[in-house]
């Protein structure tokens, strides 16, 4: 597993107002990427393989639930 100590995070644009902290932030190695919690940014994370990612996100940016209303 790559050491995540020194990974680039990143909020999401969808972050919300203020100081944009209910959110995820992301953070990608060469193999994987990894989630966390934003308010808790040392608590543990999740990481999936990079392609299992990438297509969980098409899928949400494809779904009709993703539609704004």
Do not use: H, Q
């Not at 972050?15 to 990894?34: K, L, Q």
């Amino acid at each position: 597993m790559e050491d995540l100590k020194k990974a680039s995070w990143r909020k999401s644009s969808y972050s919300g107002e203020g100081d944009g902290n209910n959110c995820v932030e992301i953070a990608a190695t060469p193999t994987r990427t990894a989630v966390r919690d934003s308010k808790a940014p040392t608590s543990r994370t999740l990481t999936f393989p990079t392609p299992a990612f990438t297509l969980f996100l098409e899928a949400l940016k494809t779904s009709p639930s993703a539609s704004p209303k």
